[in-house]
C-alpha cells in the first residue's frame, strides 16, 4: 500500500486530528508539513530568497566585467601580455556567475512531463562544473608556476603590485556580494569560490609583487602561485565531491540514518523499517523514501493515516525533510517481498 492509497483512505476529521496530533509529538518548535511539498524548488525555507540571490550575482557580474574591460583597455595601450592573460582569466570568473545566474531560472523551472522533479539538479551540475573548471585552472597554474620557479622570468614588480592591490579591492567587493547569497546551493557557492580563489590569487600576487621589489628575488611569484593553487584544489575538489554525493545519490552529509529509522521506530504502531533510502535532489531538498511494517489493526481500523501524518510530521520537525515517499506492510508480506535490503 503506497502513500497515495493511505491517503484515500483517511477520513475528514480523523485525519485532520491525527495531523495536529502528529504535529504536537514531534514538535520541538518546528513546522508540520504534510504531503510531497518541493519546497519552492531550491528555496526549501533558507531566508534568502532567489530573487535576491540574483541581485548579488548581478552585481558581482558587473563588476568583474567592469575591472575585466579596463585591464583590455590598458593591456592593449602598454602591450602587456600579463595584464591581457588576467583579463581571460577574469573572464572565466564572469562566466561563472553568468552560468550561476542562468541556473537560477533553470532551477525554478515547474516539473512536467518525464522531469518529474523539475530542473532542480541543474544546480548541482553548475556546482560539479565551476569545480571542475577550479580544478583544471589550478592544474595550469601549478604547471607554469613550476617552470617559472626552475627558470624565473623577469618580473616588473611595481605593475605587479598595482594591478594586484586593484584586483583585490574589485574581489572583495565581488565576494562580500557573493558572500551574503544562499551559499547552501552548489550553484551558487561555485560562482563564490571561483571570486575566493581570484581574491587569494590577487593577495599572493600582491605579495609576491612587494617581494620582487623589495629583494629583487623572482621566484616569489612562482612560489605565490604554488601556494594558491594548493587552495584552488581544496576549494574546487570541495565543489566536486559534494556535487558527486548529489549525483550519485549519497545520503546527505548531514543525515544521520541510524537516527532517521530510531525516530520512525519510537512512533507508535511502527514496528520495523526496511528499504529506507535518503538522498537528495539539490543542494536543499533531501527525499526519504522508506518501507515501514505496521501493526495490522492500522489496516483493518483505518488508523494508518495517522501513522503517516505520524511519520512525516517527525521527519519534517526533525530532520526538515519535506518530502517522503512510505510504503506501509503488515508483518506477513515480508514473505511475499522480492529484492529489499533489509538494513
Known amino acids: 500500500m503506497d502513500e497515495a492509497q493511505e491517503h484515500a483512505g483517511a477520513g475528514g476529521a480523523d485525519h485532520h486530528e491525527s495531523y495536529r496530533r502528529g504535529a504536537r509529538w514531534h514538535g520541538r518548535g518546528g513546522r508540520h508539513e504534510h504531503g510531497h511539498g518541493h519546497g519552492g524548488h531550491g528555496e526549501h525555507g533558507h531566508g534568502i530568497s532567489v530573487s535576491a540571490d540574483r541581485r548579488y550575482l548581478w552585481s558581482a557580474l558587473l563588476l568583474i566585467l567592469g575591472f575585466m574591460l579596463g585591464e583590455v583597455i590598458v593591456a592593449v595601450a602598454s602591450g602587456s601580455l600579463a595584464l591581457l592573460s588576467d583579463a581571460g582569466h577574469m573572464l572565466s570568473d ?5 552560468v550561476a545566474l542562468w541556473v537560477t531560472h533553470v532551477a525554478q ?9 523539475g ?3 541543474s544546480e548541482i ?3 560539479l562544473g565551476n569545480g571542475l573548471t577550479i580544478l583544471v585552472v589550478a592544474l595550469v597554474i601549478l604547471v607554469e608556476a613550476v617552470r617559472r620557479l626552475m627558470t624565473p622570468p623577469e618580473v616588473e614588480g611595481v605593475a605587479v603590485v598595482v594591478v594586484a592591490v586593484i584586483g583585490i579591492i574589485v574581489n572583495l567587493l565581488a565576494t562580500w556580494l557573493l558572500a551574503k547569497a544562499n551559499r547552501s546551493s552548489l550553484n551558487i557557492r561555485g560562482a563564490y ?14 605579495i609576491a609583487g612587494v617581494v620582487i621589489l623589495v629583494t629583487h628575488w623572482t621566484r616569489a611569484d612562482a612560489i605565490a602561485s604554488i601556494l594558491v593553487a594548493g ?3 581544496h576549494a574546487g575538489w570541495g565543489l566536486v565531491r559534494d556535487a558527486g554525493r548529489v549525483l550519485l545519490e549519497a545520503a546527505p552529509a548531514n543525515a544521520d540514518i541510524a537516527e532517521i529509522r530510531r525516530h520512525m521506530l519510537s512512533l507508535q504502531h511502527v514496528r520495523a523499517v526496511h528499504d529506507l533510502h535518503v538522498w537528495s535532489v539539490g ?3 533531501p527525499v526519504v523514501s522508506a518501507h515501514l511494517v505496521v501493526d495490522e489493526e492500522c489496516f483493518t481500523t483505518g488508523r494508518a493515516p495517522e501513522v503517516l501524518d505520524d511519520v512525516q510530521g517527525c521527519l519534517s520537525a526533525h530532520f526538515d525533510i ?13 514473505a511475499h517481498e522480492r529484492g529489499a535490503h533489509r538494513d
Not at 564572469?94 to 553568468?98: E, F, K, N
Open 94 to 98: 564572469a562566466g561563472a556567475i553568468a
Open 109 to 117: 523551472r515547474p516539473a512536467h512531463g518525464a522531469w518529474t522533479y
Open 193 to 206: 569560490q571561483h571570486i575566493l580563489t581570484d581574491l587569494y590569487g590577487f593577495i599572493g600576487t600582491a
Open 322 to 334: 519535506a518530502h517522503s515517499t512510505l510504503q506501509f506492510e503488515p508483518e506477513r508480506h515480508a
Open 125 to 127: 551540475l553548475s556546482g
Open 119 to 121: 530542473f532542480t539538479r
Open 231 to 233: 587552495i584552488m584544489v
Open 283 to 285: 543542494s536543499q531538498q
